[in-house]
């Protein structure tokens, strides 16, 4: 059982930055691969990003990749979004995800095993 919790979100105008964070417990975080899910009203939760247990392998959603950095620190359990150059598509609850750490990128919502309640990104023009 692993719980996670996000936190960071809030409201930034276009063009600004905000880091989102989400803090694990209740498993040995190193073994799990992480994922960030966004989902807008009316709209399908996509992949945004993961990463590895190690931290050595990151992948993104093509809109976001150059924008966006997913990063870990083990030693505080946490994962972190990096947003920057943030655009009004990118408004949505962003969640965190847990998955058991594989050597290959897993891009869909229904492989990750523990989610987080979720934190609210708005952009604003």
């Known amino acids: 059982q692993v719980l996670l919790v996000e936190s960071g979100g809030g409201s930034v105008q276009t063009g600004g930055s905000l880091r989102v964070s989400c803090l694990a417990s209740?498993?040995?975080?190193?073994?799990?691969?992480m994922g960030w899910f966004r989902q807008a009203p009316g709209k399908e939760r996509e992949f945004v990003g993961t990463?590895?247990?190690?931290?050595?392998?990151?992948y993104y959603l093509g809109s976001v990749k150059g924008r966006f950095t997913i990063s870990r620190d083990n030693a505080k359990n946490t994962v972190y979004l990096q947003m920057n150059s943030l655009k009004p598509e990118d408004t949505a609850v962003y969640y965190c995800?847990?998955?058991?750490?594989?050597?290959?990128?897993?891009?869909?919502?229904?492989?990750?095993?523990?989610w987080g309640q979720g934190t609210q990104v708005t952009v604003s023009s």
């Open positions: 209740g498993g040995t975080f190193s073994n799990y691969a």
């Open positions: 990463i590895s247990g190690s931290g050595g392998v990151t």
């Open positions: 995800a847990a998955r058991w750490d594989s050597p290959v990128v897993v891009t869909s919502r229904s492989h990750y095993y523990y």
